[in-house]
Structures are given as C-alpha cells and as structure tokens.
Nanobody, 122 residues
Framework: VQLQASGGGLVQAGGSLRLSCAAS????????LGWFRQAPGKEREFVAS????????TYVDSVKGRFTISRDNAKNTVYLQMNSLKTEDTAVYYC????????????????WGQGTLVTVSS
C-alpha cells in the first residue's frame, strides 16, 4: 500500500488542522493505521492509531481530548483532526499502515507516507 499525507501548514496556537492520508490499494479497509510525528531534534513518536474497522482508537496522552483519528474506508483515507493546537505539536506528521493489529510502535508499521509539516506558532 502507498500512503500520501497532506493537510499540514502553519497555524496559531489554539487553532485547528485536519491531516489526511490517502492510500492506494484495494485492501485498505483491512489495514490498521497510525499517525506519528517527529519534531526537530527529537525522535519520532506515536500520536494515534485506529484499527481496521474504526471501532478502536489509541492516543498518546499528550493529545488525548484534542486530536481525533478517523477513517473512511470508502475513500481509502485516514484523518487526524487536531484541535487546540500547541506549539509543542509542531512536527512532521507521518501516516503509517499495517496489515496486522494497530500498534503504538513505529516498527509495527511497514508502510509509511512521506510526511506533512505542521507548524504551530505562539
């Protein structure tokens, strides 16, 4: 599966952005999906994941209540709605896919998109 992330940009603290990740392939609906981010000078970290049906989601504590992951299997797309953005959310955001269970570790995802930059200004 190939992934294409989009929707990043510059936003003021407190604002919102919605990231999208479009996937190719007929088996998209069977894949677990995740969002990860990497801030400058920091390691990549898990942000959110969603299982194949959308019935189960997981978030890193720092984004709980502010970010929402969702998917539209008819459109082969996964979304990350980001509200109440903070300067510490500034990072390159990556979507990832796995044919197995949703996970919080990047090594569980063999397929990755190219990343989209989110910059939150104060």
């Amino acid at each position: 599966v190939q992934l294409q992330a989009s929707g990043g940009g510059l936003v003021q603290a407190g604002g919102s952005l919605r990231l999208s990740c479009a996937a190719s392939g007929r088996t998209f609906s069977s894949y677990a999906l995740g969002w990860f981010r990497q801030a400058p000078g920091k390691e990549r970290e898990f942000v959110a994941s969603i299982n194949w049906s959308g019935s189960s989601t997981t978030y890193v504590d720092s984004v709980k209540g502010r970010f929402t992951i969702s998917r539209d299997n008819a459109k082969n797309t996964v979304y990350l709605q980001m509200n109440s953005l903070k300067t510490e959310d500034t990072a390159v955001y990556y979507c990832a896919a796995s044919a197995y269970m949703a996970a919080v570790t990047g090594t569980a995802y063999p397929y990755w998109g190219q990343g989209t930059l989110v910059t939150v200004s104060s």
